[in-house]
Structures are given as structure tokens and as C-alpha cells.
């Protein structure tokens, strides 16, 4: 089989032995991609969900129907959340169902067991999740399409639930993200006040450039500059617009960290 791609994001960190897998896209592209980098899922030590959306945990049920043991799957209580994406048509108005397609208790009687956070948290030696990250940049809006239901009427969807992944290492810092619904640089500001003096290595995954507007992008990386990352890969939801500016300001220093991608970083 070959390596094949979609709408969504998924990566397996090889760390001290261990295997985490951080997202799990849409459900369509996992078991196949590991299969072709000969990756056994089914030894997965620990499963991190960056957010709620079904393009982050639609492969979460495949994972778990691999294993014959319970495994833990790290995340923010919000994931739970139903949400939708208001799709406009002229006139009309439609919404999408975006949630994580499987219920909980599905999950659980899977294997899963929900580790849930809300603040910044070590979930293994060098390995943080962000928690709930803090909205202070003026320019880092919410993405309008997305909706939440409460009390009949559709509201913005803020995702609270929204985190990123930081790895220390030898090399400085990794940080990787899912979508980034709460800001790079918010993301990143949050990190360094968490982690001080520690340098910005690497940062890959998903930013949702594509989907805000040109001053939106033009602002974050203008800002993105002032952290003095080494590597910058893109994916998911960055779209080929904004990774081509990024490409421009950041040169050899950034990458497409597209499907069957491998990184290594010294530990």
C-alpha cells in the first residue's frame, strides 16, 4: 500500500521507547499510513487529542478496535462538545456536524480512558500538553464558521478545548500543533511562560491560516518571526496560501510536513 492523505491531522512520537499518537485525522488514512512506515499502532503507549473536530479523532475508534488492552487518551473535557460549521449558500445558512463522530461511552468500552486537562500538564518526562491556552493577541480571532448549539440558537464556537503538544529536547523545544483554533501566537506565548528560557526548536502541524483573512495572516506572521524557530512545518490546515508566505519569510528554515512525513530530533 502506498501512503494516501485527507483532511486531517495525525502524528506518532517515538520517544524513550514509548509510542504517543497525537490526533488520529479523519479515521480514513491512519491504520493504512502506519501500516506503510511499519508502525504498529497497537503498541501505543498513550493517545493525545488536540481538540474536539472529527478531522482530529475520527481514527480513534480504529486505534482502539486494534488493541486488546485499555490505553490512555489525554484531552480537554471539551472534546465532547457537539459543534458544527455554518456553511453559507447565497442566502442560506446550513451546519455541518463536526464533532468527534464516536460517543464516549463507545470509546470507553473500547479501551479508551479519558485523561482530561484543563491546565498546562506533564504526561510523561519532557512531554507537555498546553492545556487551555489564553486569548491576549488583538489580531487572533476565532474562525466565524463555527458554531456551537446553546439553548436553540447557534453561537461562535471558541474551543476551549483547543491544545498543543511540547516536547523538550536536546535541540530546544517541539511544539506540535493540531489547528491552533487558539492562536500560533498565542499557542506559543502561553509555552514560553510556561517553559522560560528554553529555546523554540521546532514547530509543525496545523495553524488554520487558511481559513482567516489576509490581515489575520499577515499579523501572525509578522509575530511568528520575533520567536526564532529553527524548523517551521506545515500541514493540514494551513493552506497552500499561507505556507507559500511563510516559505518566503522563513526560507531553508521551513518545511511541508506533508502524509508519511518523518522527523528526527536528537532527544
Do not use: W
Amino acid at each position: 500500500p502506498d501512503i494516501i492523505g485527507e483532511h486531517g491531522f495525525s502524528v506518532l512520537i517515538e520517544r524513550d521507547h514509548n509510542l504517543f499518537l497525537f490526533d488520529t485525522g479523519q479515521g480514513n488514512c491512519l491504520v493504512n499510513n502506519a501500516a506503510c512506515l511499519k508502525k504498529d499502532l497497537r503498541l501505543v503507549n498513550g493517545i493525545i487529542l488536540s481538540h474536539g473536530h472529527f478531522d482530529h479523532t475520527g481514527g480513534l475508534r480504529q486505534v482502539l478496535a486494534l488493541r486488546s488492552s485499555p490505553v490512555p487518551v489525554y484531552c480537554h473535557p471539551g472534546v465532547f462538545t457537539e459543534r458544527f460549521a455554518q456553511i453559507k449558500t447565497g442566502n442560506t445558512h446550513t451546519y455541518r456536524n463536526i464533532s468527534m463522530p464516536h460517543p464516549r461511552t463507545e470509546l470507553e468500552a473500547l479501551g479508551a480512558r479519558f485523561v482530561l486537562n484543563t491546565a498546562f500538564t506533564e504526561i510523561a518526562p519532557g512531554m507537555y500538553l498546553t492545556g487551555e491556552v489564553p486569548r491576549e493577541t488583538l489580531f487572533e480571532k476565532n474562525d466565524p464558521r463555527l458554531v456551537i448549539l446553546q439553548e436553540g440558537a447557534y453561537v461562535p464556537d471558541t474551543i476551549p478545548d483547543d491544545q498543543s503538544l511540547v516536547l523538550s529536547t536536546a535541540q530546544g523545544l517541539v511544539v506540535v500543533l493540531g489547528c491552533a483554533h487558539a492562536g500560533i501566537i498565542n499557542t506559543l506565548t502561553h509555552i514560553a511562560n510556561h517553559l522560560p528560557g528554553q529555546s523554540l526548536h521546532m514547530v509543525i502541524g496545523g495553524t488554520h491560516l487558511g481559513y482567516l483573512d489576509k490581515q489575520q495572516v499577515a499579523d501572525t506572521i509578522a509575530q511568528f518571526k520575533s520567536f526564532s524557530i529553527e524548523r517551521i512545518g506545515v500541514s493540514h490546515c494551513t493552506g497552500l496560501a499561507a505556507a507559500c508566505q511563510l516559505k518566503q519569510v522563513f526560507g531553508d528554515r521551513f518545511f511541508f510536513a506533508t502524509a508519511g512525513s518523518e522527523i528526527i530530533i536528537s532527544a
